[in-house]
C-alpha cells in the first residue's frame, strides 16, 4: 500500500506534524482491567452520582445546561425498533429510506424551533456545536475574532477556546462581554468589543444565568460591525414561548436538545442543534444535510443531499472533520417532539414557566434569599443565599436529600453567594416546598 501511494514508510504519513507534537512510546494509559474488575469499577464511578429518584427520596434541582425532563415511555418504546436501533450511516439511500426520512423531520423541527432556514443532521451536543458555529463564522467573513458572552456555558465557552487554540495565527480568538446587573449581555461593553476582525458573535438565551436575552440588539450591533451571530440555547423548550433566534436576526443557532431526548448520563451523549440562514451559509456548514427528491418513476425519496465531511471530500476542503449525527439521540428527540405537537409542547413551557415562577415566589420569602439578577427567567433562577456561600448552603441541603441546585462560585468567583436552581415539569408542589425547607439552617 506504501507503494502504491508512493511513501517510504508509515511515518511518512505523519510528516505533516511537526516532529514536536508527535507521540513517542506508548500512551499513558492504566493497564487492562478484567471484566470483574472493570464492572466493580464503573460501579464505583455511578455511585457517586446522586440521581434524582423519589423512590431513593432524593430530589435534584440541578440544570446548568443540562435540564432533563420527563420522557414519554413511547420514545424508547419507537427508538427502540430494530430498523432504527440498528441502523448505521445512510450511505446507500435505497437501503436507508426509514433512517433518512426520520433525519429529514429532525431537521424540518430543528429549523421550526430555532427559526432558521437550513439545520443539519446534529452534531455531537451544544459545545461542541458552537465552537463549529465559531468556526464556520471565520469560514464566511474572512475574520478570526469571536466575541463571546460571558454568561455564556462556561463548558461551551472552554470547549470553544480548545477549537480555537489549534488554529492557523488565532491572535485574539476570544474575548469576554460581562452581563449588567439585569444578567443581561453589556451592550456598551459589546460595541467596544467589535472591530473589523470580529467574525462572530456568541450569546446564549436563556443564558448559563437563567436570564433571557434579548438579542435583536445584539444582531443589530454585531451586523453592523460585519460580523455574524451565534445564538446559543441549552433549554429548547424555553423556544415554545420566546421568540425564535432566527426571527431576532440571528446568522447561526445552536442548542442541546438531550434534555427532551433522554435523561442526563455519564458524560453522554448529546444531541447538538444547528441551523442557520441564507444559502451562502449551506456549503460552510459542518455535518451533513438530508434532502428530498424524487426517484425516476417521480416518487418521494430521501437522500443525504450535502456531506462536507473529510470521509466524502479532501481533508483540506471539509468544513469539519470531527461532525456526526447522533442518529438514536436525534431520532428521540423528533419522536418527543412528534408526540407533544404543537399545542403540548408549548403547554409543556407553561408548565415549566409556571413552576419556576411559584418557586422563586416560594424561595424569595425566605430570609436572606433574594434574585441575583433582574431579568427575566424562564425555568432556572440564580438567587443569592444566605450566609453567602453557595457552596454550604448545597452541602447542608444534600444531607436532606435534596440537591438545591448548582453554585456558581466554582465557575464565577464573584457569585460564590449565588445558587442556579432548576425546575421542571417533573416537580411537584411539595417537592417545590422540600426545596424551601432545605435553604433553612440545619440545627
Not at 508509515?10 to 506508548?26: C, E, H, M, N
Not at 427528491?293 to 471530500?313: K, W
Amino acid at each position: 500500500m506504501l507503494r502504491v501511494i508512493g511513501a517510504q514508510s508509515v511515518d511518512d504519513l505523519f510528516a505533516v506534524i511537526p516532529k514536536g507534537q508527535r507521540l513517542r512510546g506508548a500512551l499513558p494509559l492504566p493497564g487492562p482491567l478484567s471484566e470483574t474488575e472493570l464492572m466493580d469499577h464503573l460501579r464505583e464511578l455511578g455511585a457517586v452520582n446522586q440521581p434524582q429518584s423519589r423512590d431513593r427520596d432524593m430530589l435534584v434541582f440541578a440544570g446548568a445546561g443540562c435540564h432533563p425532563h420527563a420522557i414519554p415511555a413511547a420514545v424508547s418504546t419507537l427508538a427502540g425498533r430494530s430498523e432504527f436501533y440498528t441502523a448505521y450511516t445512510p450511505y446507500q439511500p435505497e437501503l436507508s429510506q426509514g433512517t433518512l426520512l426520520s433525519i429529514f423531520e429532525f431537521q424540518t423541527m430543528v429549523c421550526e424551533l430555532l427559526g432558521m432556514e437550513v439545520a443539519n443532521a446534529s452534531m455531537y451536543d451544544g459545545a461542541s456545536g458552537a465552537a463549529e458555529a465559531i468556526l464556520m463564522a471565520r469560514r464566511l467573513t474572512r475574520r478570526r475574532k469571536a466575541v463571546v458572552a460571558a454568561s455564556l456555558h462556561p463548558a461551551y465557552r472552554r470547549t470553544c477556546a480548545t477549537y480555537l487554540a489549534g488554529m492557523e495565527d488565532p491572535g485574539e480568538a476570544i474575548v469576554s462581554v460581562p452581563w449588567t446587573s439585569a444578567g443581561t449581555l453589556d451592550l456598551e461593553a459589546l460595541q467596544r468589543a467589535l472591530d473589523k476582525d470580529t467574525a462572530a458573535v456568541v450569546v446564549q438565551s436563556p443564558s448559563f444565568l437563567g436570564v433571557i436575552e434579548d438579542l435583536g440588539p445584539v444582531c443589530e450591533a454585531a451586523h453592523a460591525a460585519g460580523a455574524l451571530v451565534v445564538a446559543v440555547c441549552t433549554e429548547p423548550l424555553a423556544l415554545a414561548l420566546l421568540k425564535p433566534p432566527g426571527e431576532s436576526g440571528a446568522d447561526i443557532a445552536v442548542a442541546e436538545g438531550i434534555g427532551l431526548a433522554g435523561p442526563p448520563s455519564m458524560g453522554g451523549p448529546g444531541v447538538g442543534l444547528f441551523a442557520v440562514q441564507g444559502k451562502k451559509a449551506v456549503r460552510a456548514m459542518p455535518g451533513r444535510i438530508v434532502g428530498q427528491t424524487t426517484d425516476s418513476t417521480g416518487r418521494p425519496g430521501f437522500v443525504l443531499t450535502l456531506a462536507t465531511r473529510e470521509q466524502h471530500i479532501r481533508r483540506e476542503k471539509a468544513t469539519s472533520n470531527i461532525c456526526t449525527n447522533h442518529g438514536l439521540m436525534a431520532l428521540r428527540f423528533t419522536i418527543h417532539l412528534a408526540l407533544l405537537g404543537r399545542t403540548g409542547f408549548v403547554e409543556l413551557a407553561r408548565a415549566n414557566l409556571a413552576k419556576a415562577a411559584f418557586a422563586r415566589q416560594l424561595l424569595c420569602g425566605l430570609d436572606g434569599v433574594e434574585p441575583a439578577f433582574g431579568g427575566p427567567f424562564f425555568n432556572e433562577l440564580a438567587l443569592r443565599v444566605p450566609g453567602g456561600d453557595a457552596d454550604a448552603l448545597v452541602a447542608r441541603a444534600v444531607t436532606r436529600n435534596v440537591v438545591p441546585g448548582v453554585a456558581l462560585g466554582r465557575f464565577y468567583p464573584e457569585l460564590r453567594d449565588t445558587l442556579l436552581v432548576s425546575v421542571n415539569e417533573t416537580h411537584r408542589e411539595g417537592d417545590i416546598r422540600r426545596l424551601a425547607k432545605s435553604f433553612k439552617t440545619i440545627g
